[in-house]
């Protein structure tokens, strides 16, 4: 049974600081992992030839949706959401796309998203055959249901919903307030990537979906004295287009000037912040980032196993998917880390345990495939595969424009596991 909001309240203030208090916080070692955080961020951020990668997957998904549809006004366009379009990827991360029909205050059946994904999977199986992608799955009986394929010249996933403009809505509301204050960006990442590294950030797995870490890391910026994002209703004051929000956004540019706290010390008080509501969240507490503040709610009578209110939903809690065992985990790894923060801080643990600790080994992945033959890959993608050079396009110069590519932070459409089918395309129209 959920707690009065005023009670609520009290009980959060008491607990967090009664949490800090418990786990004093010494500042001596603070710079320390300040340069342990840049140090991690630095290491994951996606190369200039990524971003460029993803952009270019996308093109090449609209030119599969032609050869499916083929250049009718029915033909629907493919675009990206997620965290490539919220400038919160990492290397390894998957690549989010909606394939748009129309009009997204237009109803767009359930069956009809099944039959589009369905008629996308059955190219990719031809596609799969030719050795361009491979690792297909179909996933129709989720909430949103989805197909999954991994691009074989890149190892990108990518998982294509159809017109999910939720998604797309809030990937871009995302990424306009970020440019409040750089701390919000930074922290996010930092803090999806602790969560996939301890296996805590999939909600197919009952965990933390990225838009929960998102919100939490928001939030907490709010709740901090002073603030260093402001409450998302001022923002949304004239609505969630995202022309009209950036247009509130550049009222509140440099919002946090006023606390100077660190990445460090932000990434460290958050974890507490977590730990310290660990119980509250069974008497209804919920994260409110569109008020900045917490608040009481339950969903369909019953409290959330964590409740993060969803920002432009709020009758929606963004973290449902967590589940009743899995909150353990979440929290097993919560503890885990504040006290490994605190022997780092404390001197009692060299740098390297601690990244360990919170983020795992930079250069080792498990391949995202279903073939459990698959090798392991290196901390970036391959781009350029020995075994993909007969599928590359002819050039007399290929040699040379994969140098000058590499020079200038991008590449070429012929360095893909995709180039034989982007040179395949005729572009006409294929019968489902």
């Known amino acids: 049974m959920a707690l009065p909001r005023k009670v609520l309240l009290k009980k959060v203030s008491k607990l967090e600081s009664k949490e ?24 994951r951020c996606p190369t200039p030839t990524e971003c460029f990668n993803r952009r270019d997957l996308i093109r090449i998904f609209n030119a599969i949706a032609k050869e499916i549809y ?3 006004s029915e033909c629907p366009t493919v675009v990206g959401f997620g965290s490539f379009v919220m400038d919160m990827y990492t290397t390894g991360s998957d690549l989010d796309l909606s394939i748009n029909f129309g009009n997204p205050s237009v109803q767009f059946p359930r ?12 190219k990719f199986y031809s596609l799969q055959r030719k050795g361009h992608v491979t690792s297909i799955q179909t996933v129709m009986s989720a909430r949103v249901p989805i197909v999954k394929v991994i691009d074989y010249g890149t190892r990108i996933e990518c998982d294509l919903s159809v017109e999910n403009w939720d998604g797309i809505l809030k990937s871009e509301l995302v990424h306009v307030i970020s440019a409040i204050d750089d701390r919000f960006q930074k922290l996010s990442f930092l803090m999806k990537a602790w969560a996939k590294a301890n296996g805590i950030n999939s909600s197919k797995d009952r965990t933390l979906n990225s838009l929960s870490i998102i919100s939490l890391v928001a939030f907490h910026l709010q709740t901090r004295q002073p603030p260093i994002l402001p409450p998302f209703s001022l923002l949304f004051k004239d609505g969630t287009d995202p022309a009209n929000v950036r247009k509130n956004v550049d009222s509140f540019l440099n919002y946090g000037k006023g606390n100077e706290e660190s990445l460090a010390l932000l990434f460290v008080t958050l974890m507490i912040k977590l730990a310290s509501v660990e119980k509250l969240w069974q008497k209804g507490l919920c994260a409110s980032v569109y008020e900045g503040s917490w608040t009481s709610k339950t969903w369909d009578s019953c409290c959330g196993t964590i409740s993060v209110e969803d920002f432009t939903e709020r009758s929606e809690n963004v ?14 790894c919560i503890h885990r880390s504040i006290v490994g923060l605190l022997f780092f801080l404390d001197g009692k643990m060299p740098a390297p345990e601690l990244e360990e600790l919170l983020f795992g080994s930079v250069g080792v992945a498990t391949l995202k495939s279903t073939d459990k033959n698959e090798a392991t890959t290196s901390n970036s993608p391959t781009v350029h595969r020995p075994d993909q050079t007969k599928k590359m396009r002819s050039s007399h110069n290929s040699e040379e424009a994969h140098v000058k590519s590499q020079q200038q932070g991008q590449q070429t459409t012929q360095e893909w596991g995709w180039s034989g089918l982007v040179n395949g395309l005729n572009l006409q129209h294929v019968a489902p």
Do not use: C, M, W
């Open 111 to 122: 069956e009809k998203k099944i039959q589009t994904l369905r008629k996308f999977a059955k």
């Open 20 to 43: 800090l208090e418990k786990y004093k916080i010494d500042l001596l070692h603070l710079p320390d992992f300040d340069k342990l955080l840049d140090g991690v961020y630095i290491a």
């Open 319 to 332: 973290s449902r998917a967590v589940g009743v065992e899995e909150v353990k985990k979440i929290y097993d």
């Open 70 to 72: 083929g250049n009718s």
